[in-house]
């Protein structure tokens, strides 16, 4: 398969623009947290802890939408599955743990943002929101409109993201007013709630028995969805000298299987990060500091005892 991907060359591969965008990121968090946070009335660097979550979350970022499984996700649905779980489940819980407080409350309480927020956060609606735009995302004409336009692919996929940090706001918000979810149990039935709802979606996509989406099953579209990532002058010319036969060049799987895959891919990477926070909620509900007893008050002592 690599020998194969190489005939797209190296802007195809590696994004390179898109790596000087993470490495922007990179360097301007650095700033902001380090030498110049004096001038934002910050005494506090980061956490080590929060230069790591920050740090793998660009990593992440950079792998998933500029490496070559970007291009990937553009032949397979499989690699765009594993792509969609880690940019809209896993990203945006490394970027709310790595980027301190005080980042998230000049950016999220300011007028204009918090009324909305304050809606949008609502478990209720957070949780329909996210999981309503994923199931409308992966209807086939959602998705292979993603797939023909710049415009829409860009647009959609930020939506995405944005629900994907609004979703995790009600449990580990970093700013107080937007995180209402208080008791352990609740967060619990919140979470699992969130596993639940996005079932649909992906069973939708293991067990149909026919291709849902034209930009894996049709040459026309195929090219389309390519078009998004590889250079117009390297698609044109190898669509020109017949290089380019389909997706099957690059996969010993069919159409169908290699979709089966995708929401098998998908659901095991939700039920994986689901699990991983449920864990951490039980532990911070039963860690031996929270089921300590209070001592009992000290008897009063009487007078003339």
């Given at each position: 398969m690599w020998l194969?991907?190489?005939i797209f060359g190296f802007r195809a591969l590696w994004s390179p623009y898109f790596f000087l965008f993470v490495v922007a990121l990179g360097v301007a968090?650095?700033?902001?947290?380090?030498?110049l946070r004096h001038k934002f009335g910050v005494v506090d660097k980061p956490t080590i802890k929060q230069y790591w979550f920050f740090y793998i979350g660009l990593f992440l970022l950079y792998i998933v939408k500029g490496s070559p499984v970007d291009l990937l996700t553009h032949i397979m649905l499989s690699a765009h599955m594993a792509q969609m779980a880690i940019y809209i489940l896993v990203f945006p819980i490394l970027m709310i743990k790595g980027i301190p407080k005080w980042i998230w409350e000049k950016i999220l309480l300011k007028p204009v943002v918090k009324p909305i927020l304050k809606v949008l956060t609502f478990p209720l609606i957070a949780i329909v929101l996210f999981n309503g735009a994923f199931s409308f995302y992966h209807l086939p004409?959602?998705?292979?409109?993603?797939?023909?336009?710049?415009?829409?692919?860009?647009?959609?996929?930020?939506?995405?993201?944005?629900?994907?940090?609004?979703?995790?706001?009600?449990v580990m918000s970093p700013v107080e007013e937007f995180g209402p979810i208080k008791?352990?149990?609740?967060?619990?039935?919140?979470?699992?709630?969130?596993?639940v709802l996005i079932t649909p979606a992906c069973v939708l996509i293991i067990f149909s028995d026919v291709p849902l989406y034209a930009a894996y099953s049709s040459s026309g579209a195929w090219l389309q969805a390519l078009a998004l990532c590889v250079p117009g002058d390297v698609l044109n010319g190898l669509a020109s000298t017949s290089q380019l036969s389909g997706p099957e060049m690059f996969s010993a799987l069919s159409t169908l299987e290699d979709q089966q895959l995708g929401g098998i891919i998908m659901k095991i990477m939700?039920?994986?990060?689901?699990?991983?926070?449920?864990?951490?909620?039980?532990?911070?509900?039963?860690?031996?500091?929270?089921?300590?007893?209070?001592?009992?008050?000290?008897?009063?002592?009487h007078e003339g005892s």
């Open positions: 194969n991907l190489q968090y650095y700033l902001i947290t380090g030498p004409s959602i998705f292979d409109l993603t797939k023909s336009s710049d415009v829409a692919h860009i647009a959609i996929h930020l939506v995405l993201l944005i629900f994907g940090f609004l979703v995790w706001f009600p008791h352990p149990l609740v967060k619990i039935f919140y979470i699992f709630g969130n596993s939700q039920e994986i990060t689901y699990g991983i926070i449920l864990a951490k909620v039980f532990y911070a509900w039963f860690s031996p500091e929270t089921l300590k007893i209070d001592p009992l008050p000290p008897k009063p002592i």
